[in-house]
């Protein structure tokens, strides 16, 4: 159809049942499915004059679209992780028309069909340390009453923020340790700038666990028997979601077809 493209989110095996009729993705649009070769693209209708290469590069650089737009991306894929395991594909992945898509799926056949082999059954949780400040002692209220008392609160201060980070070191540490033994795949990633994920405290752990979902229980259970009693240090949760840190990276027939822009390419 003149003026639209196709927006794709992920690619899944075959679905066992249809979209949840209730469904929106980016544009309010409802999302469908283009069938090809046993697998699925879930997709949605967006308009040419947002999502063609010359806007869509105006608008990826518009905070308040991006995040609108990611959020719809975000809705669906969750809304697919419940009924099955999908692989998530790049925000903003469009495709001319339909034909375009099953192309799309033709050409990554092989790394799609690997990739959700390995993938299924599984979802990703997210798990963050985070060294926080305790609150100061009572005896360090009021101003220095000497300037040797001011180097004796300094030093003590100091103590404290080392002895904080020492702590949620450790936690880290353990925590990870366990985490990582119960799950199936463990990627690292570097920790937050506090400047940008507004996050407070210091990041010292920002990992994703690949666990079974029948599992998920038993690890939740363990991130709670061994994260949130120091409250020097804050263990955040996150999930379950798509295994979206163990989706790429895999084979490069996969991130070709997830950097496809056929609305640039005609």
């Given at each position: 159809?003149?003026?639209e493209?196709?927006?794709v989110?992920?690619?899944?095996?075959?679905?066992?049942?249809?979209?949840?009729?209730?469904?929106?993705?980016?544009?309010?649009?409802?999302?469908?499915?283009?069938?090809?070769?046993?697998?699925?693209?879930?997709?949605?209708v967006?308009?040419?004059?947002?999502?063609?290469?010359?806007?869509?590069?105006?608008?990826?650089?518009?905070?308040?679209?991006?995040?609108?737009t990611?959020r719809?991306?975000?809705?669906?894929?969750?809304?697919l992780?419940?009924?099955?395991?999908?692989?998530?594909?790049?925000?903003a992945?469009?495709?001319?028309?339909?034909?375009?898509?099953?192309?799309?799926?033709?050409?990554?056949?092989?790394?799609?069909?690997?990739?959700?082999?390995?993938?299924?059954?599984?979802?990703?949780?997210?798990?963050?340390?985070?060294?926080?400040?305790?609150?100061?002692?009572?005896?360090?209220?009021?101003?220095?009453?000497?300037?040797?008392d001011?180097?004796?609160r300094?030093?003590?201060?100091?103590?404290?923020?080392?002895?904080?980070?020492?702590?949620?070191?450790?936690?880290?540490?353990t925590?990870?340790?366990?985490?990582?033994?119960?799950?199936?795949?463990?990627?690292?990633?570097?920790?937050?700038?506090?400047?940008?994920?507004?996050?407070?405290?210091?990041?010292?752990?920002?990992?994703?666990?690949?666990?079974?979902?029948?599992?998920?229980?038993?690890?939740?259970?363990?991130?709670?028997?061994?994260?949130?009693?120091?409250?020097?240090?804050?263990?955040?949760?996150?999930?379950?979601?798509?295994?979206?840190?163990?989706?790429s990276?895999?084979?490069?027939?996969?991130?070709?077809?997830?950097?496809?822009?056929?609305?640039?390419?005609?």
């Open positions: 159809m003149s003026g493209l196709r927006y989110y992920a690619v899944t095996a075959p679905l066992p049942g249809p979209l949840p009729p209730q469904l929106r993705g980016v544009g309010g649009a409802a999302p469908y499915t283009v069938e090809h070769a046993g697998l699925v693209a879930v997709t949605g967006v308009p040419e004059a947002d999502f063609a290469e010359e806007p869509l590069r105006a608008h990826l650089e518009d905070l308040r679209w991006l995040e609108e990611a719809a991306h975000q809705g669906v894929v969750d809304a992780t419940a009924l099955t395991c999908p692989l998530p594909l790049r925000l992945t469009v495709y001319l028309d339909d034909d375009g898509v099953r192309r799309a799926l033709e050409e990554g056949r092989e790394a799609f069909a690997a990739t959700l082999e390995r993938l299924a059954g599984r979802v990703e949780w997210g798990v963050k340390v985070y060294a926080q400040r305790r609150a100061p002692e009572p005896a360090a209220a009021g101003a220095p009453s000497s300037g040797r001011f180097l004796r300094r030093k003590q201060e100091v103590t404290a923020r080392e002895n904080v980070l020492e702590e949620a070191e450790e936690l880290g540490r925590l990870h340790a366990a985490l990582a033994a119960q799950a199936e795949d463990v990627r690292v990633h570097p920790a937050q700038n506090p400047q940008l994920s507004q996050a407070p405290g210091q990041n010292l752990l920002n990992a994703a666990y690949l666990v079974p979902r029948e599992r998920s229980e038993e690890f939740v259970e363990r991130v709670e028997q061994l994260g949130g009693h120091d409250p020097a240090v804050r263990v955040e949760l996150t999930g379950p979601w798509a295994p979206y840190s163990f989706a990276g895999q084979t490069g027939a996969q991130r070709e077809a997830e950097g496809r822009h056929d609305g640039a390419v005609g």
